[in-house]
């Protein structure tokens, strides 16, 4: 059975399995991120983009950024530091704005 599971994967040790595990748990908080906007979005009928999607978009980014490291994927790991600069970004605008409002 975990010979099978290893094989889906493409995994040859545990440490392979539990990377590709935390790779799937970023890919998942990512996906998460387009349910939240998706719902916000419907219950007011307009498009809108809440703090929570920029939050899970961060989170994601970094599992799979952590993920990609491990990987030694470069173009992987280029791609989810750019992301994750603006989901940063995002976020202290955000802030930035609420200190200056409230």
């Known amino acids: ?3 099978q599971i290893f094989r889906i ?3 040859d040790s545990w440490t392979e399995f539990w990377w590709v595990m935390i790779g799937l748990g970023g890919q998942l908080l990512f996906t998460a991120r387009f349910l ?3 719902i916000a979005s419907e219950r007011v009928r307009r ?3 809440p703090l929570a999607f920029w939050y ?3 989170g994601g ?3 799979l950024f952590a993920y990609a490291v491990y990987r030694k994927d470069p173009v992987f ?3 989810q530091s750019m992301g994750i600069f ?3 970004r995002n976020l202290w605008l955000i802030h930035a704005e609420r200190r200056t409002i409230g």
């Open 36 to 38: 939240v906007q998706w």
């Open 9 to 11: 994967l493409a995994v």
């Open 86 to 88: 603006i989901y940063a």
């Open 61 to 63: 980014g970094l599992v």
């Open 56 to 58: 899970l978009s961060i």
């Open 77 to 79: 790991i280029l791609g």
């Open 47 to 49: 498009s809108v983009v």
């Open 1 to 3: 059975m975990i010979d």
